[in-house]
């Protein structure tokens, strides 16, 4: 059971606009910012998203963060082929002593 | 540019103990920007972060895992190492190691990943 709640799987069609969500408590996303992990097939994770809305260079601006008090959303649009991967968030938890804490991990499948 | 390299053996015996090295290249894992972190995922499940170190040796730790984790870093190597004790099948997974930025507080350079199992 994963501390942070997401969406198992989501789906959409090429050129529409998804969101994944990611629901915490205020001792993690409450108090502290979100990060976004894509993971593609058999590779490792990689940096989405940071600092809930921020984008690595190199990330294509489809992809937006954001976030609203316990509760944070990824969201893609121009949905590409290649898009269909994993998605994971994450957060620090300041319970016990601090973690690092991962959402399950939502599959996006593009139909 | 910096990348990141896991290294170990592949089968660990249950009850034994599991050793992985994480070798920094292109980049100082000296610099004062950056701690340094493993982070596991069994097959088909998602990802667990198990500890973190900065280049002066201080450590946090999973709370779950803290009893049988050590973590440590060698300078002069460019490198980092991870311990994890009395593993049993639940340990099996793909260890990655990655830089956690304290500037962006995130994980943004990853190694490959490396499978282990527990099995005797």
């Known amino acids: 059971q994963s501390v942070l709640t997401q969406p198992p799987s989501a789906s959409g069609t090429p050129g529409q606009r998804v969101t994944i969500s990611c629901s915490g408590s205020s001792s993690n996303i409450g108090s502290n910012t979100v990060n976004w992990y894509q993971q593609l097939p058999g590779t490792a994770p990689k940096l989405l998203i940071y600092s809930n809305n921020q984008r690595p260079s190199g990330v294509p601006d489809r992809f937006s963060g954001s976030k609203s008090g316990t509760s944070a959303s990824l969201a893609i649009s121009g949905l590409q082929s290649e898009d269909e991967a994993d998605y994971y968030c994450a957060a620090w938890d300041d319970s016990l002593n601090g973690s690092w804490v991962f959402g399950g991990g939502t599959k996006l499948t593009v139909l | 540019q910096l990348q990141l390299q896991e290294s170990g053996p592949g089968l660990v015996k249950p009850s034994e103990t599991l050793s992985l090295t994480c070798t920094v290249s292109?980049?100082?894992?000296?610099?004062?920007?950056?701690?340094w972190g493993w982070i596991r995922q069994p097959p088909g499940k998602g990802l667990e972060w198990i500890g973190s170190i900065y280049y002066s040796g201080s450590t946090y730790y999973n709370p779950s895992l803290k009893s049988r984790v050590t973590i440590s870093v060698d300078t002069s190597k460019n490198q980092f190492s991870l311990k994890l004790s009395s593993v049993t099948a639940a340990d099996t997974a793909v260890y990655y190691c990655?830089?956690?930025?304290?500037?962006?507080?995130?994980?943004?350079?990853w190694g490959q990943g490396t499978m282990v199992t527990v099995s005797s």
């Open positions: 292109g980049g100082s894992i000296s610099s004062s920007s950056y701690y």
């Open positions: 990655a830089r956690l930025g304290l500037l962006r507080h995130a994980f943004d350079i």
